[in-house]
């Protein structure tokens, strides 16, 4: 089966322009996670999906933050307009809420704001 | 709210055993997950306890103590390919699917 797919593996841009990152979960899988990943806060949770639905967006940065997900099998995460501070590894995750609940990440988005 | 511990760095030689534990500070928590990061990579996962005690999957075990608010891995017969970050996550106790992770611990597995 394939795994967590995101797009894309990397993104330099210059400040103020709008970033789009994008996810597909594993299909069957219920929950989808935005993380991000920086050296000097670690793995951070933003939002996460049930069915489709935000359960809770409490890690959501600010109002630049924006993440949609429209079907079952894929999510967006938006940043407009976008700042240095934003770099970062941003990983898309997904379970199936089941049992011990092990999340599966993608390989990540690597985004550097010039 | 949740807190998480962990050794920055771990070194530790191919062949030998090593732990790497996570303390926590929390209002509650259903259970304790450990995931491995080579650098570069993405999380994946290792293991969960739910209840206190040790759970094996091969070469590593985990063990969560409530009453101590502590937890750890144990890497046995350690190999190169051991090297990386790992970190402890706590599942919310009221938000179930909410994870917290600690700050990761990097392990240098020299030969």
């Known amino acids: 089966d394939a795994g967590v797919i995101q797009s894309p593996r990397h993104e330099v841009t210059e400040m103020g322009q709008e970033v789009t990152l994008r996810c597909k979960p594993i299909s069957g899988h219920d929950y989808l996670f935005w993380y991000r990943q920086t050296m000097m806060r670690g793995l951070e949770l933003l939002i996460y999906f049930n069915n489709n639905v935000p359960i809770d967006d409490s890690g959501m940065p600010e109002d630049r933050f924006s993440a949609k997900m429209p079907n079952a099998s894929f999510s967006t995460l938006k940043i407009q307009p976008s700042e240095p501070r934003d770099s970062a590894v941003y990983f898309c995750?997904?379970?199936?809420?089941?049992?011990?609940?092990?999340?599966?990440f993608g390989d990540g988005t690597r985004l550097s704001i010039l | 709210g949740q807190s998480l511990e962990q050794p920055s760095e771990v070194t530790a030689v191919e062949g030998a055993i090593v732990q790497i534990n996570c303390t926590y500070q929390?209002?509650?928590?259903?259970?304790l997950s450990w995931y491995q990061q080579h650098d570069g990579g993405a999380p994946t996962f290792l293991s969960y306890?739910?209840?206190?005690g040790l759970e094996e999957t091969g070469r590593f075990s985990s063990f969560l103590s409530r009453s101590d608010s502590y937890g750890y891995l144990l890497l046995q017969e350690l190999q190169m390919k051991d090297s990386a970050s790992y970190f402890c996550a706590v599942r919310a106790l009221y938000n179930f699917n909410k994870f917290y992770f600690g700050s990761g611990t990097k392990l240098n597995v020299k030969p």
């Open positions: 306890n739910a209840l206190d």
């Open positions: 929390t209002s509650g928590f259903y259970g």
């Open positions: 995750a997904s379970s199936d809420g089941q049992g011990n609940q092990p999340q599966h």
